[in-house]
């Protein structure tokens, strides 16, 4: 089924993971992403690397249609919570991330604590987007880095833009979400 439409099959799928009020499904969901995290089983990595390239399939379409390319393709889901220990702990060491009752862990983004990692130390889209930034900067010594992403997630790049000015590297000035409404059809 997946072969046939893989981005909305794909969707469906999380959409149904996430809004169930099974808890029996919502359990298995996280008990797939915690070891998508945190395993090295052979299997679960294989799954998870033909939904990758399911996506990158047809990403490419998209990408062809709107007659754009990239020399590197790089993705906030390449970071796993065992890839970016030492950026967890760059922050913590900076007492940037804060303990909550319940086990999550969060930062600051202005007067708002925002999570950081989850209660069952999965990590979360903030964390994987932080540590591909830092990656990058790293990698490529960018000066400034575009995100061409629908409005909606405004908030979620002045997430970014705060832990970044937060570990000192001015992400105000090296970070701009290109913002745009949602595009019919793509």
Known sequence: EIKKNPLQNLLRVYVLANSSQDPAIADKARKIFEQMEFSEDAEVMSQWERIKQYTMDELMIIYNRLNVTF??????????????????????????????????QTVLVGDRKVSFIKSDNTTLYLTRDIAAFLSRWDKYEMDKTFYVVDNGQH?????????????????????????FGRIRGM
């Open 71 to 104: 020399d590197v393709y790089e993705f906030e889901s390449m970071y796993r919570r065992k890839d970016i220990e030492g950026i967890i702990s760059l922050m913590d060491n900076k007492k940037l991330i804060h303990r909550e009752e319940d086990g999550k």
């Open 155 to 179: 908030d979620h790049f002045t997430a970014i833009k705060s832990v970044i000015n937060q570990l000192e590297l001015n992400g105000d000035e090296h970070i701009s979400h290109v913002k």
